[in-house]
């Protein structure tokens, strides 16, 4: 079955310091690959999302992330970490617009001064 | 334009009771999904409808869930004879394409 892993579900960094938040998924075809970022007590916000193109994407608040295929990986990244990125980050992946998304357990990201 | 919109915003429920769980998806968004969010995990799959057709139950965890989207707008996520386990976070997203965006979430709890 195609499933999505996210190593390490706490992740504490310092402020300035980068962050490395890591994703892998199994399938033998490449997926959409979504990161999403979830407040506490609020729903899930899109980050960033790879489709087809560039391999390297951008998203909203200074994060990017690289689609790796023979990594089969998704990693999301920033270069310096600030107080208010404190909150849970989810990987998901479907397999064409319009199907259901299958998400990783989270990763909490903790920022300390 | 407003986003996904869901209500309540939390429902506690005694064992036994029925509940129901409303979403508004954004505007002209033809697809509609529910997924289950217990405390700790990644949300899971419910249910998708497109349009106002249910193209996909296959995660309803059992016969107690049903859900509707009679006009293709609206969605209600009804639960009977809730269970202690039933205690989650039921999140709605809509969509156009690949992209899907989330409502706030109805936070459940079975006492």
């Known amino acids: 079955a195609q499933s999505v892993t996210q190593l390490g579900s706490h992740v504490s960094v310092s402020e300035g310091a980068l962050v490395l938040l890591r994703c892998n998924y199994s399938?033998?075809?490449?997926?959409?690959l979504f990161w999403y970022v979830q407040y506490p007590n609020q729903g899930l916000q899109l980050l960033l999302k790879?489709?087809?193109?560039a391999t390297l994407v951008k998203g909203i608040n200074g994060f990017e992330a690289e689609f790796k295929k023979s990594e089969t990986s998704f990693h999301l990244t920033k270069p310096s970490a600030h107080m208010s990125d404190a909150a849970e980050y989810f990987c998901?992946?479907?397999w064409g617009g319009g199907n259901k998304l299958t998400f990783g357990t989270g990763t909490q990201l903790k920022v300390e001064l | 334009g407003a986003g996904v919109s869901q209500s309540p915003r939390y429902k506690v429920a005694k064992r036994g009771q029925d509940v129901a769980l409303r979403c508004d998806p954004i505007?002209?968004?033809?697809?509609l999904f529910w997924y289950q969010q217990a405390l700790g995990q990644g949300p899971e799959f419910l249910t998708y409808?497109?349009?106002?057709?249910?193209?996909?139950k296959s995660g309803l965890p059992s016969d107690r869930f049903f859900a509707e989207r009679p006009e293709g707008s609206v969605s209600t996520l009804k639960i009977q004879r809730t269970q202690q386990e039933d205690s989650a976070v039921y999140l709605c997203?809509?969509?156009?394409?690949?992209?899907?965006?989330f409502g706030p979430g109805t936070r459940l709890l079975v006492l």
């Open positions: 997203a809509s969509s156009t394409g690949e992209t899907q965006y």
């Open positions: 505007s002209g968004h033809v697809s």
């Open positions: 409808f497109q349009n106002e057709a249910q193209l996909d």
């Open positions: 399938s033998s075809v490449p997926p959409y």
């Open positions: 790879y489709t087809t193109g």
């Open positions: 998901a992946v479907t």
